[in-house]
Each structure stands twice: as structure tokens, then as C-alpha cells.
């Protein structure tokens, strides 16, 4: 069984960054698709960055390019989500999610595995 566990959440003001981790019980180069997901309050879960292909191609949601940056580590089997200037609206659960059979896919019903998030709070 394939687990995730997410890591480096916090609450943070408005401009700030914050490194999510994710570490897989198993080499990241086994999972075809990777990516990271939000869920604010109220909301339905997004879809902020995927890469695929062992990290040749990433893909971004538009709400937060440039500000984002998806990366993989190999050796520790973890993922990593660099934020920078943290908005309030960046708030919510992050999770961490693996498999997907699209490539590159922002679309959370298509991962088969996921972690059990961990919360970003951003205060104005």
C-alpha cells in the first residue's frame, strides 16, 4: 500500500513562503503522474501543480504560476511545494497525491493515491 505523508504547513502572514514536503513509501519514479492539491473551506478540492514524467513536464493551475514551484527529490522519494508570497487566499488544506493515468492532470478524481494533507493558514 502506497503511502504519502505531507509536511511543512503552518500559519504564515500575507507574503511569506513555506516548503511543502511529501514523502513516498516508495521511489517517486514509480508514480507516472504526481501533484499537489488545495482545499480551502467551502471549496472544492484544486488542483495547483502536477508534474509527470519523472519531473520532465510540470503543469500549473493558473492561480498561482509564478508563485509555486513543483520539484521532486529522488533519493528521499519526496515531492516539494515552494510557495512564495503567500496570500490569504492560499489557505486551506494541502495534500499530496500520486497515480494518475492523464498526464500532467489537475483533476483530483483521477489519482489513485493521496496523503492526508497538511494545513496552510495565511494571515493578512
Known amino acids: 500500500q502506497v503511502q504519502l505523508v505531507e509536511s511543512g504547513g503552518g500559519s504564515v502572514q500575507a507574503g511569506g513562503s513555506l516548503r511543502l514536503s511529501c514523502k513516498a513509501s516508495?521511489?517517486?519514479?514509480?508514480?507516472?503522474?504526481m501533484a499537489w492539491f488545495r482545499e480551502a473551506p467551502c471549496k472544492e478540492r484544486e488542483g495547483v501543480a502536477s508534474?509527470?514524467?519523472?519531473?520532465?513536464?510540470?503543469t500549473y493551475a493558473d492561480s498561482v504560476k509564478g508563485r509555486f514551484t513543483i520539484s521532486q527529490d529522488n533519493f528521499s522519494n519526496t515531492i516539494y511545494l515552494q510557495i512564495r508570497s503567500l496570500k490569504p487566499e492560499d489557505t486551506g488544506m494541502y495534500y499530496c497525491?500520486?497515480?494518475?493515468?492523464?498526464?500532467?492532470?489537475?483533476?483530483?478524481?483521477?489519482?489513485?493515491?493521496w496523503g492526508q494533507g497538511t494545513q496552510v493558514t495565511v494571515s493578512s
Open positions: 497525491a500520486a497515480e494518475a493515468p492523464v498526464a500532467g492532470t489537475l483533476v483530483a478524481d483521477l489519482y489513485k493515491y
Open positions: 516508495e521511489s517517486t519514479r514509480s508514480f507516472y503522474s
Open positions: 508534474m509527470f514524467d519523472h519531473g520532465d513536464s510540470i
